[in-house]
């Protein structure tokens, strides 16, 4: 309690020395009138700030919070800067809280997306029929094996179609990455003595069969989800993952897939009906 004490004395005076005219200042004054008084009363108030109430008679409002607007949890509020910022936080969506990992100036999700509806609530159709899935033109979404037992771990697998779908397949204020910002992710990997391994990088580091696991350096924990063809048949969990930018190309749109057998990341393009995993990038400030 002491040290809090001092901390908000320190503060306070700090915040009435800023009032102090320095074209006035004199430091007999300043001694007299600003460092010589103590601490009457503390008074939390309802709103999580605090009433400190001084033995020279003045009241001084503190709030803690990030001061910093920069930061993503920025409070306009604060007024003293608690050490809390952070540049980049997890969220909400569709019931289920997702980790995020920050990576260079980037904030992913750190973790396959796994939603049943789009950023405005409406539902994403779940198709359960190969021959269904094969004739998709828009958005649709699948269990790996249409086994729910697997989003735990996987997520689920969205055609391409949901990805580009207006509605926004990722929460407010985050986005299903373009081709650029994977290049991105993947230009700050190497540069960080990954060069040529960075899909180990980004691999979890258990989950890949054939020894393919990852060194997860920074967090991505990218696991092998496998996919769904755009014949409707499910191939490769437990080897190979594979995730959606939402850049289009031609009748194409570019994908990322890592290998358990290959230490790279592997651009390429990929018809709209396959089935791919989808991370979620933050939008820029």
């Not at 080897?239 to 057998?261: E, I, M, N, T, V």
Request: aromatic fraction near 14%; glycine fraction near 12%.
């Amino acid at each position: 309690m002491r040290l809090f004490l001092a901390m908000l004395m320190l503060m306070t005076s700090a915040a009435l020395f800023s009032q102090v005219d320095c074209n006035l200042f004199n430091i007999q004054d300043l001694a007299a009138d600003y460092l010589s008084f103590g601490v009457d009363t503390v008074i939390l108030q309802s709103d999580g700030s605090y009433e400190i109430q001084l033995s020279n008679g003045t009241t001084a409002s503190i709030t803690f919070g990030c001061t910093d607007p920069l930061y993503f949890n920025y409070d306009s509020a604060a007024n003293t800067d608690d050490g809390s910022c952070k540049t980049c936080e997890g969220i909400e969506f569709d019931g289920y809280t997702y980790a995020a990992v920050e990576i260079g100036d980037q904030c992913w999700f750190a973790e396959n997306l796994r939603t049943t509806v789009y950023a405005d609530g409406s539902a994403i159709p779940e198709v359960t029929d190969n021959i269904a899935w094969a004739g998709l033109s828009t958005g649709a979404r699948c269990d790996y094996d249409n086994n729910a037992s697997n989003v735990a771990t996987y997520g689920r697998l969205y055609n391409w179609y949901a990805v580009a779908d207006a509605a926004g397949l990722c929460p407010t204020g985050w986005h299903v990455a373009t081709d650029d910002e994977w290049t991105d992710l993947e230009n700050h990997i190497s540069s960080q003595g990954f060069s040529g391994t960075e899909g180990t990088a980004l691999k979890s580091m258990s989950g890949w069969g054939g020894g393919g696991n990852g060194t997860d350096d920074f967090g991505f924990s990218a696991l092998p989800g496998g996919l769904r063809s755009y014949d409707g048949y499910f191939r490769s969990a437990g080897s190979y993952g594979y995730w959606w930018s939402s850049s289009p190309s031609g009748g194409s749109a570019w994908s990322r897939h890592l290998y358990g057998s290959n230490p790279g990341i592997i651009r390429s393009n990929d018809y709209p009906r396959y089935g791919f995993s989808v991370r979620c990038l933050r939008d820029a400030e």
